[in-house]
């Protein structure tokens, strides 16, 4: 029998699972395939790190690593929702919870000193931040929108805000000494184990790492960023932003990027808080409070430091006299700089393109900002969409085209993979990436505290990229712009490799093209307002930025993109959406019993894990599944039944209700297979005579507060219960389960 695996994640699509997966089981049954679960949230990835201090009910398998597995196989059809990609503060409340419950498991160790608490950090440091994608994506990313998706917003297009010519805000980045100007890159001639080693200016040698193993012919990177021309950057914008009257607002990637951003972001709070850190600095940075965890860690902090209450003061001054910040939640004074994983760059940066260039203010009005990105490698393509907006107006969903992204992202390639290379330098010198031969392949002379990175882009991946590209521009008949920076020493390396595998290719007849990222994105959206459309070919960190900023400004959300991953070893990965994981829905569901969540990127990705069923095994029943699903997914939004914000209106169970619905009307109507013709009939029948009554239990239930028995790891017996509360529906699905 054929398997879907359906991956637990965490937060608002984890309780969208416990409404739908049963849906999917259900349907899935009439075609012979199985639909198993495997838990990769947080919580789980957290307790698979500790089998030696849980005892035998409490151990959980190591999910990931089977599905790390599971991807190098041909077999792998795996649908994976959004994860959380823990930020240290939300790792830090996890382990709190499940020690709560009962787990054994330790606190996480700020500064380790024994081999006990070293031992604790590297099992944390091997969940925290990105820890998943990496491991499962031994594919590249194919993201773009749906027909039926575009379709529908044309006809019914989302609010645009207006743009004004004098608008203020612009995107503020460093023009030197960053992460683009500083970066090297070699092509390795052999397979061998790389040294990243430290040299202190006094002569002192400290090997960063030993076991940086490459292959024949990967491409190894390397650059830093300069501490001191960080904060001077930094410094600079505090007093512009205080001088032009905008918001200061920080946008990095501090969960993905899970050494260097949280990093940066330190620099940007001591900046902003200059003057308190200047009186009170070496207090702060003695108890930890350096601002890498945002104002929030800080201000809970000062609580048990001596003299609290008079930095308190200090920061409330501050605050109040320099220049006014961007909010994430006005209501409840969360600042911009409170909480580093509230402003995800490729999240915040096109909501606020969206909005007229705007953010809140603590007045909880908009105002034009000014969008601090430090590292210059791709700010310019946010800068360059504000010009174009600021000389041109608002988009506008009903006309523009579309922009869909090849990525390149198999076997950890690019920044995501540089984690475990990432240091902060402690001391002034040089660093050297060196050869088994004892030659230095790439080298910078550094200073203390500069962040320094490598990163690692092996061939067959790029070969596999270039390739998929390829095929997406001849099956969609969309030219193709590859996205590569000249400046940068990594892009004209991989630009190399392009020109060399798209000669190896059938071009004929094909529109493709390479730009840099800031002529790519200017011919991009000059081609969106006249209605064309372009695929985008990027690196790692462009591909999660670009599968943001153009879904957003088209369709609303990004996680109505269709993102499938076709595995090198000829499996399918098809992920549900770029929507994150949404806490904020989840607090919703906690205090009202509504959840917002739209699980339109699960009908989506199903669909095409169906095909895949299809093509592999020849299982004609599942393509006559994805087919009825697709009609049904198109009806869902063209009757309006996607989840709305507010209590007491459908949300996302009465969605997956209404879907199954259409689903099972789809599949009584179809004359492909007559079996499952006969099977359907009486359940559209069914639910039919039974869909006011679903209707109304799902609406009626809303309103009140309600128990998970857990944030990160609630229990399945209660969050069931909330999340299907239809005896009427269950029924009816049951019986489909039973037959």
């Known amino acids: 029998m054929a398997t879907i695996i359906w991956t637990r994640t965490d937060e608002a699509p984890l309780l969208a699972t416990y409404s739908f997966k049963p849906i999917v089981e259900a349907f899935s049954s009439t075609a012979g395939i199985d639909v198993e679960t495997r838990d990769i949230s947080l919580a789980g990835r957290i307790l698979a790190q500790f089998p030696d201090r849980l005892t035998e009910e409490q151990r959980v398998d190591d999910a990931l690593a089977e599905l790390g597995e599971l991807t ?102 460093m023009d030197a000494d960053d992460f683009r100007h500083n970066e090297e890159s070699v092509i390795v001639d052999k397979a ?123 920061f409330d001054k501050a605050l109040a006299e320099g220049p006014d910040l961007a909010m994430v939640n006005s209501h409840k004074g969360i600042t911009n700089l409170h909480v580093p994983s509230d402003v995800i760059i490729d999240a915040s940066m096109p909501a606020m393109i969206r909005t007229s260039g705007q953010m809140w203010n603590k007045n909880d009005e908009t105002q034009d900002t000014l969008a601090v990105i430090p590292d210059s490698s791709y700010a310019g393509v946010y800068q360059t969409v504000i010009d174009d907006c600021k000389e041109n107006g608002a988009f506008d969903p009903t006309t523009m085209g579309t922009v869909p992204n090849v990525g390149l992202m198999a076997r950890k390639a690019e920044e995501y993979g540089s984690h475990d290379k990432t240091f902060v330098i402690p001391a002034d010198g040089t660093v050297r990436v060196v050869d088994e031969a004892g030659e230095a392949l790439l080298e910078h002379e550094v200073s203390e505290n500069d962040i320094w990175r490598a990163c690692q ?137 509504h959840l917002r969540w739209d699980s339109l990127g699960e009908f989506l990705a199903l669909a095409e894990s169906y095909r895949h069923e299809q093509r592999k095994n020849d299982n ?6 994805a087919d009825a699903l697709d009609k049904a997914t198109e009806k869902v939004l063209a009757e309006g039944k996607s989840p709305s914000r507010k209590v007491g209106e459908i949300d996302n169970r009465g969605s997956h209700f209404w879907l199954a619905k259409f689903w099972v009307d789809a599949l009584a109507a179809q004359d492909d297979d007559a079996e499952m013709k006969e099977y359907f009939t009486p359940l559209a029948e069914k639910l039919g005579e039974v869909a006011e009554q679903v209707d109304k239990d799902l609406i009626d239930n809303q309103g009140t507060e309600v128990d998970l028995g857990g944030y990160f790891l609630p229990e399945d017996e209660k969050a069931s219960a909330v999340m299907r509360p239809s005896e009427a529906f269950n029924a009816v699905l049951d019986a489909l389960s039973d037959k």
């Open 457 to 593: 882009t092996k061939d067959e991946p790029i070969r596999d990229w270039v390739k998929l590209a390829v095929d997406r521009a001849r099956e969609s008949g969309m030219k193709a712009v590859f996205w590569l920076d000249p400046e940068r020493g990594h892009d004209r390396t991989i630009k190399s490799l392009v020109e060399k595998y798209l000669g190896e290719l059938d071009t004929e007849g094909l529109d493709i093209e390479i730009l840099d990222p800031v002529a790519a994105t200017k011919l991009s959206v000059e081609r969106i307002r006249r209605g064309e459309d372009t695929i985008s070919v990027t690196g790692n960190v462009l591909r999660d930025y670009n599968t943001d900023l153009f879904p957003i400004l088209e369709l609303g959300t990004s996680a109505k993109m269709l993102s499938v991953v076709p595995l090198m070893a000829g499996g399918g990965l098809f992920e549900t959406g770029a929507g994150g994981s949404a806490p904020k829905h989840v607090q919703q569901v906690l205090e009202e019993n």
């Open 192 to 314: 061998q184990t790389l040294k990243i080693v430290h040299t202190a200016a006094d002569g002192t040698e400290t090997v960063l790492k030993d076991d940086l193993k490459v292959e024949d012919g990967e491409v190894v990177d390397a650059t830093f960023m300069s501490a001191e021309a960080l904060d001077n950057f930094l410094a600079e914008q505090v007093a512009r932003a205080k001088e032009q009257g905008v918001l200061f607002s920080a946008h990095l990637k501090a969960t993905m990027m899970k050494v260097s951003d949280p990093v940066i972001f330190g620099h940007v709070v001591r900046a902003y808080f200059k003057d308190v850190f200047d009186a009170y600095g070496d207090k702060l940075m003695a108890a930890g409070l350096n601002g890498e965890s945002g104002l929030a860690a800080i201000l809970s902090g000062l609580d048990e430091l001596d003299g609290g209450e008079e930095i308190k003061a200090a």
């Open 620 to 625: 004609a029943k599942a393509g006559v599944l």
């Open 72 to 173: 190098k196989k041909p077999e792998a059809n795996i649908i994976k929702l959004p994860n959380i990609s823990a930020s240290l503060p939300q790792l830090k409340r996890a382990i709190a919870e499940l020690q709560a419950d009962g787990y054994d498991i330790p606190g996480y160790p700020e500064n380790p000193e024994t081999d006990e608490e070293k031992d604790a950090r590297a099992r944390y440091d091997a969940v925290k931040g990105s820890a998943v994608n990496p491991v499962l994506r031994e594919g590249n990313s194919d993201r773009r929108a749906p027909v039926a998706v575009k379709n529908f917003v044309r006809s019914h297009p989302h609010s645009m805000g207006e743009w004004s010519k004098d608008s203020k805000t612009n995107v503020a980045t």
